[in-house]
């Protein structure tokens, strides 16, 4: 059996340790096409920031999994501080309706904003200061990889398959799970411009190395000629 990460691993056995022998379930990563990454046309679709404000993006469905209420309650926090930011969150689904009422209702509607269904990915990460995952789970947090390969920083949630791709402390910072002081304290140290770009270039280096395409095809044709 295959699963594209260890988080999927034990996801599989939750239930019925009994279903599967673990040792006999291979983790191989999905493979990233980094020059095709690489490769897609430039096209502006964050606005220009009038001051010095973080931007902030999140790119996802609208969708529960994705808990972008989190960032909402981020917003009122970071407004509360005086941080100055704009969030952008990109991506269409069953709750945006439901979260555009939620984001005036909480006053946030100036700083939060919605940007619907791009298919510029890295258009949109290119555009940002911080990528931040508000999804409560992930079986391969593709998304991750892709800011990575922007060079932006990721402040994640420590869990399931975020830490397999975001290196805590080196390229991003991973935090309890929907925990708003924290995710205040790790923005506050991104604030710093050096250090997003430190994180950013690590970032950037580790997916390099940790998802090629090439070795990860031959780890699955060998896989498959051997069982």
Same mark, same amino acid.
């Given at each position: 059996?295959? @699963? ?23 983790? *191989?990563?999905?493979?990233?096409? $980094?020059?095709? $990454? #690489? ?8 606005? #220009?920031?009038?001051? #010095?404000?973080? *931007?902030?993006?999140?790119? @996802? ?21 005086? *941080? /100055?930011?704009?969030?952008? =969150? ?33 258009? $949109?990460?290119?555009?940002? #200061? =911080? $990528? ?17 390969? @922007?060079?932006?920083? *990721? =402040? ?10 975001? /290196? ?18 790790? =923005? ?20 390099? /190395? ?18």
């Amino acid at each position: 059996m295959l @699963a594209n990460s260890y988080a999927t691993r034990e996801t599989i056995l939750a239930n019925n340790p009994q279903l599967f022998p673990k040792e006999k379930i291979r983790v *191989i990563y999905n493979p990233i096409d $980094f020059q095709k $990454f #690489d490769q897609l046309v430039y096209k502006k679709i964050v606005p #220009d920031c009038k001051d #010095d404000s973080l *931007i902030i993006g999140n790119l @996802a469905r609208l969708a529960p999994q994705k808990n972008q209420k989190f960032l909402i309650d981020l917003s009122v926090e970071l407004t509360r501080l005086q *941080i /100055k930011h704009q969030i952008y =969150i990109t991506g269409k689904g069953e709750l945006e309706s439901e979260l555009k009422t939620y984001n005036i209702e909480n006053g946030t509607d100036k700083n939060v904003h919605f940007l619907g269904f791009t298919d510029s990915p890295r258009s $949109f990460l290119v555009d940002i #200061d =911080i $990528f931040i995952l508000s999804s409560l789970w992930e079986g391969f947090g593709y998304v991750l990889a892709e800011a990575s390969l @922007a060079e932006k920083p *990721i =402040i994640a949630f420590n869990s399931s398959s975020n830490p397999e791709l975001v /290196k805590d402390n080196i390229s991003g910072f991973l935090t309890e799970v929907n925990s708003i002081p924290q995710m205040v304290e790790k =923005i506050k140290k991104l604030q710093d411009i050096k250090l997003r770009k430190e994180m950013g270039t690590a970032g950037r280096k580790f997916i390099l /190395k940790s998802f090629d395409k090439n070795i990860i095809y031959k780890n699955l044709e060998d896989y498959i000629l051997n069982n």
